[in-house]
């Protein structure tokens, strides 16, 4: 037998290998930490969870920076191991191949002898899995209650392994191993009547009968004695069976005789038995009677002859359709099969059924129960069929359901069987199918039917993309594929990994050799026509979607059709309420995930399930979306989007100046859904922000212009905080063309507006100038007087930006004049903030004083944390001017806390970068390092490179005070660099050449002021 030695084994004391040889992890804790992974590998174990493991009594205040700690130090070690461990919301994971984890190698090999059938390979498979138990499971560290559930499972499949082993090794007439393997088990189980039991018929048929008659007198003293009950009826038939000398079962054909020294049969004394052999009832339970020749059915389909993957739902499956896996007396094993159309239900079905069909020598039964044609078969028919092939005669054939039932249950009752109910419409029509005690029955379906008492679910899903292309390679031949992977690769995802689609082109290539597989994937690129091509002989996915689709009732047929139109991103519920323009539309959606053709793929953090079309499934839904019906529902979910959107925006701490489309659809939210949904508007704009950038080119592509610009503009704000500037950029850039074809003014004004603040915070300085400009002559030609005042609220921006104070002024104080006309505060906090700023800028510390205090007053009087925040910016860059280095800190803290709460990074980045500079003079240079390195990470993140640009020359600076000369000269000189790619090669007199002294340079007390704040994000 070949000896299994993983690189991590758990089976046992807790041990790691490198290259064959012991790997020492020093420390319980990181052993302890390591454990708890591999016992979920592959599988994220979250921080809170291992935190407890590790401290089980007095949690630390320090505990996550510990487990931080830890995690580092495995990992420096388990490198060797080829292993890592990755860190993964909501904690960490550690990823294995089976083969390096003893846990994994477990499942794998017991997996694959169960596939493999009564042979010889599932013996040597079940062998060498419970040769990887070196003992009990992490025996040299301190347990936990977290790992009970978990080592428990493990136990139980330990067991399971080791009694099918034991039934195949009885089986084969190899007594004496299973002798030595059954007492072994009663050590740990001394009251398991079954595996008493099988010692007992095992001793007998190897000729030991004194010893079985001593089991058990042994036994049923145990049981007397110790739980006052006499041994069972099972128990006390194999007595039975022991005292008329029984024979034994005859043994597999399809494996070699035992080894030489193995007892394959009993001795001379049980061959002079006289009589008969017994009559059924007498038979031991695992030796089912068998059915008089020609009664007995075997209507299995053929095994699929490239079956592919699926390993983990075979040995599922595989484990509860086993006979061995439950008592012969007891309910059937039901496992119902679900999954969308295509993904293999029928064709895993019928391969685990041939895999455990030995085990059902009363026959196999197999029913088509057309749950997805317009008639599904009836009951009373299926059942006829069914009696028919059990040996009734038409003459024989009760009148009514129940009565056909009835007898169907008795004629499996003397014979288990294994019945498969293929394609089934839903409980009802399973129910009398069912049979009694002692078989198994194996549904599949669309629907998910989950009203059978103790039946197993397991729902498919698609291929993995490896098991797909091996899946394809079977079909069109690996070599063909190793040549074409890329294309391969492509096809298949094209095909979404949904087996029907994957044999479907796999088909059209093997029937067309002489093809590159380029031709198809060019063909399937286009997802209009991707159906059609989709299509071999009597094999086509579009007919298989269209099964189910027939079958819907008005409302969700409309809601899958429209849902085809809002793309391939996962879907909050509500938006089948604005599609069927209703609240609380749940029942259609439910009616939707239960026949598998909307996938349910998560709860997000806000507790919203959600939900997504297969990309197969979506063209489908697509195709027949080309009515008024599904117009109108597009609209709606576009409205929905934009007043969710609007009511989250309005619950944000800040907002940049909005524009809004005035005359873009609202549909609203059922007012509960709509509070829960925004009570936390930024986790929802988290959320939602993939979604609604879909929404924003969904409209686009409807040339719905209006709900296209509209839903842009209104994301600023979120975009703005979050510092989202590529989305920002690319929604403004297609909903501003959607504008201009649709010769929407107002729209490319706002579109215009909002690409000049893009360009403004990435420091390109013509362009926002150009944009500012145009769309101030637009909003003017229209007469909004508040967007002109935010155009020129740019145009003041990047004067002053480009150290044009005095112009910066004159647009600051224009646009102050028409926010106050207007009654507009939130605008005239904003234009006394800039005034101010210019003021600190031009040397006038009184007037920057008097301009920033109105501006902070109005902030708190509106609310404003993200505006106070900005001011107290600016009032800390004013006392670092007085020299009062200890108020600049704490206005420059307190700026930094806000922005920090808001989740604001850019802002908040900018603060730090100040709070850097005061301590770098204050000599705290480590603080100081700190603050300024964690602010050019952001600064480089965003592609703010005025900001890393300030931020590099302070560090240039602060080493250059620390004594490290060379470091300080790169630094400097990469800021000098930055600055000049700025403004395109120009010299800049701020800017500290490298041999300037520190505090001379950009940000010095006779310089221009730090990075001005433009509502809700940081310029320079």
Same mark, same amino acid.
């Given at each position: 037998?070949?000896?299994?030695?993983?690189?991590?084994?758990?089976?046992?004391?807790?041990?790691?290998?490198?290259?064959?040889?012991?790997?020492?992890?020093?420390?319980?804790?990181?052993?302890?930490?390591?454990?708890?992974?591999?016992?979920?590998?592959?599988?994220?174990?979250?921080?809170?969870?291992?935190?407890?493991?590790?401290?089980?009594?007095?949690?630390?205040?320090?505990?996550?920076?510990?487990?931080?700690?830890?995690?580092?130090?495995?990992?420096?070690?388990?490198?060797?191991?080829?292993?890592?461990?990755?860190?993964?919301?909501?904690?960490?994971?550690?990823?294995?191949?089976?083969?390096?984890?003893?846990?994994?190698?477990?499942?794998?090999?017991?997996?694959?002898?169960?596939?493999?059938?009564?042979?010889?390979?599932?013996?040597?498979?079940?062998?060498?899995?419970?040769?990887?138990?070196?003992?009990?499971?992490?025996?040299?560290?301190?347990?936990?209650?977290?790992?009970?559930?978990?080592?428990?499972?493990?136990?139980?499949?330990?067991?399971?392994?080791?009694?099918?082993?034991?039934?195949?090794?009885?089986?084969?007439?190899?007594?004496?191993?299973?002798?030595?393997?059954?007492?072994?088990?009663?050590?740990?189980?001394?009251?398991?009547?079954?595996?008493?039991?099988?010692?007992?018929?095992?001793?007998?048929?190897?000729?030991?009968?004194?010893?079985?008659?001593?089991?058990?007198?042994?036994?049923?003293?145990?049981?007397?004695?110790?739980?006052?009950?006499?041994?069972?009826?099972?128990?006390?038939?194999?007595?039975?069976?022991?005292?008329?000398?029984?024979?034994?079962?005859?043994?597999?054909?399809?494996?070699?005789?035992?080894?030489?020294?193995?007892?394959?049969?009993?001795?001379?004394?049980?061959?002079?038995?006289?009589?008969?052999?017994?009559?059924?009832?007498?038979?031991?339970?695992?030796?089912?009677?068998?059915?008089?020749?020609?009664?007995?059915?075997?209507?299995?389909?053929?095994?699929?002859?490239?079956?592919?993957?699926?390993?983990?739902?075979?040995?599922?499956?595989?484990?509860?359709?086993?006979?061995?896996?439950?008592?012969?007396?007891?309910?059937?094993?039901?496992?119902?099969?679900?999954?969308?159309?295509?993904?293999?239900?029928?064709?895993?079905?019928?391969?685990?059924?041939?895999?455990?069909?030995?085990?059902?020598?009363?026959?196999?039964?197999?029913?088509?129960?057309?749950?997805?044609?317009?008639?599904?078969?009836?009951?009373?028919?299926?059942?006829?069929?069914?009696?028919?092939?059990?040996?009734?005669?038409?003459?024989?054939?009760?009148?009514?359901?129940?009565?056909?039932?009835?007898?169907?249950?008795?004629?499996?009752?003397?014979?288990?069987?294994?019945?498969?109910?293929?394609?089934?419409?839903?409980?009802?029509?399973?129910?009398?199918?069912?049979?009694?005690?002692?078989?198994?029955?194996?549904?599949?379906?669309?629907?998910?039917?989950?009203?059978?008492?103790?039946?197993?679910?397991?729902?498919?899903?698609?291929?993995?993309?490896?098991?797909?292309?091996?899946?394809?390679?079977?079909?069109?031949?690996?070599?063909?594929?190793?040549?074409?992977?890329?294309?391969?690769?492509?096809?298949?995802?094209?095909?979404?990994?949904?087996?029907?689609?994957?044999?479907?082109?796999?088909?059209?290539?093997?029937?067309?050799?002489?093809?590159?597989?380029?031709?198809?994937?060019?063909?399937?690129?286009?997802?209009?026509?991707?159906?059609?091509?989709?299509?071999?002989?009597?094999?086509?996915?579009?007919?298989?979607?269209?099964?189910?689709?027939?079958?819907?009732?008005?409302?969700?047929?409309?809601?899958?059709?429209?849902?085809?139109?809002?793309?391939?991103?996962?879907?909050?519920?509500?938006?089948?309420?604005?599609?069927?323009?209703?609240?609380?539309?749940?029942?259609?959606?439910?009616?939707?995930?239960?026949?598998?053709?909307?996938?349910?793929?998560?709860?997000?953090?806000?507790?919203?399930?959600?939900?997504?079309?297969?990309?197969?499934?979506?063209?489908?839904?697509?195709?027949?979306?080309?009515?008024?019906?599904?117009?109108?529902?597009?609209?709606?979910?576009?409205?929905?989007?934009?007043?969710?959107?609007?009511?989250?925006?309005?619950?944000?701490?800040?907002?940049?100046?909005?524009?809004?489309?005035?005359?873009?659809?609202?549909?609203?939210?059922?007012?509960?859904?709509?509070?829960?949904?925004?009570?936390?508007?930024?986790?929802?704009?988290?959320?939602?922000?993939?979604?609604?950038?879909?929404?924003?080119?969904?409209?686009?592509?409807?040339?719905?212009?209006?709900?296209?610009?509209?839903?842009?503009?209104?994301?600023?704000?979120?975009?703005?905080?979050?510092?989202?500037?590529?989305?920002?950029?690319?929604?403004?850039?297609?909903?501003?063309?959607?504008?201009?074809?649709?010769?929407?003014?107002?729209?490319?004004?706002?579109?215009?507006?909002?690409?000049?603040?893009?360009?403004?915070?990435?420091?390109?300085?013509?362009? @926002?100038?150009?944009? $500012?400009? &145009?769309? #101030?002559?637009? !909003?003017?030609?229209? *007469? /909004?007087?508040? =967007? +002109? %005042?935010?155009?020129?609220?740019?145009?003041?921006?990047?004067?002053?930006?480009?150290?044009?104070?005095?112009? @910066?002024?004159?647009? $600051?104080? &224009?646009? #102050?004049?028409? !926010?106050?006309?207007? *009654? /507009?505060?939130? =605008? +005239? %906090?904003?234009?006394?903030?800039?005034?101010?700023?210019?003021?600190?800028?031009?040397?006038?510390?009184?007037? @920057?004083?008097?301009?920033?205090?109105?501006? #902070?007053?109005?902030?708190?009087?509106? *609310? /404003?944390?993200?505006? +106070?925040?900005?001011?107290?910016?600016?009032?800390?860059?004013?006392?670092?001017?007085?020299?009062?280095?200890?108020? @600049?800190?704490?206005?420059?803290?307190?700026? #930094?806390?806000?922005?920090?709460?808001? *989740? /604001?990074?850019?802002?908040?980045?900018?603060?730090?970068?100040?709070?850097?500079?005061?301590?770098?003079?204050?000599?705290?240079?480590?603080?100081?390092?700190?603050?300024?390195?964690?602010?050019?990470?952001?600064?480089?993140?965003?592609?703010?490179?005025?900001?890393?640009?300030?931020?590099?020359?302070?560090?240039?600076?602060?080493?250059?005070?620390?004594?490290?000369?060379?470091?300080?000269?790169?630094?400097?000189?990469?800021?000098?660099?930055?600055?000049?790619?700025?403004?395109?090669?120009?010299?800049?007199?701020?800017?500290?050449?490298?041999?300037?002294?520190?505090?001379?340079?950009?940000?010095?007390?006779?310089?221009?002021?730090?990075?001005?704040?433009?509502?809700?994000?940081?310029?320079?």
């Amino acid at each position: 037998m070949v000896v299994d030695q993983p690189t991590f084994s758990v089976l046992g004391a807790l041990d790691v290998r490198a290259s064959g040889r012991p790997l020492r992890i020093a420390g319980t804790k990181p052993r302890i930490l390591l454990a708890s992974l591999l016992l979920h590998a592959n599988h994220v174990v979250g921080a809170d969870l291992l935190v407890e493991v590790l401290w089980p009594r007095h949690r630390p205040r320090s505990a996550h920076a510990n487990l931080r700690t830890y995690v580092s130090s495995l990992r420096g070690v388990l490198d060797a191991a080829g292993a890592r461990i990755q860190a993964r919301p909501p904690g960490y994971v550690i990823e294995l191949a089976p083969g390096q984890l003893d846990v994994l190698l477990f499942a794998d090999l017991i997996a694959r002898a169960r596939a493999a059938g009564r042979t010889e390979e599932a013996v040597d498979g079940l062998s060498r899995a419970l040769g990887l138990w070196r003992g009990t499971p992490l025996a040299d560290l301190p347990g936990s209650p977290l790992w009970d559930g978990r080592l428990q499972s493990l136990a139980e499949l330990r067991l399971g392994a080791a009694e099918e082993l034991i039934a195949l090794r009885m089986a084969r007439g190899r007594y004496a191993d299973a002798i030595g393997e059954l007492r072994g088990l009663l050590k740990e189980h001394p009251f398991r009547e079954d595996l008493w039991q099988r010692l007992i018929l095992a001793l007998h048929w190897s000729g030991r009968q004194a010893e079985a008659l001593h089991a058990y007198a042994t036994v049923r003293r145990q049981l007397v004695t110790e739980l006052g009950i006499e041994p069972g009826t099972e128990l006390r038939r194999a007595h039975a069976a022991v005292l008329a000398g029984e024979l034994p079962p005859a043994t597999l054909p399809d494996l070699p005789p035992p080894a030489a020294g193995t007892v394959s049969g009993p001795p001379s004394r049980a061959e002079t038995v006289a009589g008969p052999p017994p009559p059924a009832e007498t038979v031991p339970h695992h030796l089912p009677a068998v059915p008089a020749p020609g009664s007995t059915p075997h209507q299995l389909p053929s095994d699929i002859p490239d079956f592919t993957g699926r390993s983990e739902d075979v040995a599922v499956l595989t484990q509860a359709l086993s006979p061995v896996e439950r008592p012969p007396d007891g309910p059937p094993s039901i496992v119902v099969v679900v999954g969308p159309p295509g993904v293999g239900k029928s064709a895993l079905a019928v391969h685990c059924a041939h895999a455990v069909r030995a085990g059902y020598p009363g026959g196999q039964l197999y029913l088509d129960l057309g749950g997805t044609e317009y008639a599904p078969a009836d009951p009373g028919e299926l059942l006829a069929e069914a009696l028919r092939a059990l040996g009734v005669g038409e003459a024989g054939l009760p009148c009514t359901v129940r009565e056909r039932s009835a007898l169907y249950r008795s004629l499996l009752a003397e014979r288990p069987m294994l019945v498969l109910l293929d394609d089934a419409a839903g409980a009802a029509q399973v129910r009398p199918l069912l049979p009694g005690n002692g078989c198994a029955v194996l549904v599949t379906s669309r629907r998910r039917i989950t009203e059978l008492p103790g039946a197993l679910q397991l729902e498919l899903d698609v291929l993995s993309p490896e098991e797909a292309e091996e899946f394809l390679g079977r079909i069109v031949g690996s070599e063909r594929l190793g040549r074409e992977r890329e294309a391969a690769s492509a096809i298949l995802r094209a095909c979404g990994y949904l087996p029907l689609a994957v044999r479907v082109a796999g088909a059209r290539l093997a029937g067309r050799p002489r093809w590159s597989l380029g031709v198809l994937r060019q063909r399937l690129e286009d997802e209009a026509g991707r159906l059609g091509e989709l299509r071999a002989g009597d094999l086509e996915v579009r007919v298989s979607f269209d099964r189910s689709y027939r079958l819907l009732p008005d409302d969700a047929a409309l809601a899958f059709r429209a849902l085809g139109l809002l793309g391939p991103q996962s879907l909050p519920g509500w938006v089948v309420d604005a599609v069927l323009d209703r609240h609380r539309a749940d029942d259609v959606t439910d009616v939707l995930v239960d026949v598998n053709l909307l996938q349910l793929v998560g709860t997000d953090p806000i507790g919203q399930p959600r939900y997504r079309l297969h990309d197969l499934v979506r063209c489908n839904a697509r195709e027949k979306a080309g009515g008024a019906p599904e117009r109108h529902a597009l609209v709606r979910v576009l409205g929905a989007w934009m007043a969710t959107t609007e009511s989250a925006t309005a619950r944000l701490p800040t907002t940049l100046f909005s524009l809004t489309s005035a005359r873009a659809t609202r549909w609203n939210l059922a007012e509960d859904t709509l509070g829960r949904l925004t009570a936390d508007p930024l986790s929802w704009f988290d959320a939602e922000h993939e979604a609604l950038v879909g929404a924003v080119r969904l409209a686009v592509d409807a040339g719905l212009a209006e709900s296209a610009w509209g839903l842009a503009a209104a994301l600023v704000p979120y975009f703005d905080l979050r510092c989202h500037f590529e989305e920002w950029q690319s929604t403004h850039r297609i909903a501003l063309d959607a504008a201009r074809l649709a010769q929407d003014r107002h729209g490319e004004a706002a579109m215009l507006r909002g690409l000049a603040q893009v360009c403004l915070y990435q420091d390109r300085y013509a362009e @926002a100038t150009e944009m $500012f400009r &145009r769309s #101030l002559t637009i !909003f003017h030609e229209l *007469g /909004d007087v508040r =967007g +002109e %005042a935010t155009s020129i609220c740019g145009l003041g921006a990047v004067n002053q930006f480009c150290g044009e104070h005095l112009r @910066a002024l004159a647009y $600051f104080r &224009r646009a #102050l004049a028409m !926010f106050l006309a207007m *009654g /507009d505060q939130s =605008g +005239e %906090a904003y234009a006394r903030q800039a005034i101010g700023r210019v003021c600190l800028a031009s040397g006038d510390p009184g007037q @920057a004083s008097k301009w920033l205090g109105e501006a #902070l007053r109005l902030a708190r009087e509106l *609310g /404003d944390s993200h505006r +106070e925040g900005c001011v107290s910016m600016q009032f800390g860059r004013l006392h670092d001017l007085a020299a009062e280095p200890e108020r @600049a800190m704490r206005f420059q803290g307190h700026a #930094l806390d806000i922005f920090e709460g808001l *989740g /604001d990074l850019h802002c908040g980045a900018y603060a730090m970068q100040s709070l850097g500079g005061l301590q770098v003079v204050r000599g705290d240079q480590s603080h100081a390092s700190d603050q300024l390195e964690r602010s050019l990470l952001i600064f480089q993140r965003l592609g703010d490179r005025s900001g890393e640009a300030a931020t590099v020359q302070k560090l240039g600076e602060l080493h250059r005070s620390a004594g490290r000369t060379r470091l300080a000269q790169d630094y400097l000189h990469h800021a000098l660099v930055l600055r000049r790619e700025l403004r395109g090669g120009a010299d800049l007199a701020g800017v500290a050449e490298p041999s300037a002294p520190f505090g001379e340079g950009r940000w010095s007390r006779d310089a221009v002021p730090p990075p001005l704040v433009l509502d809700g994000n940081a310029v320079e």
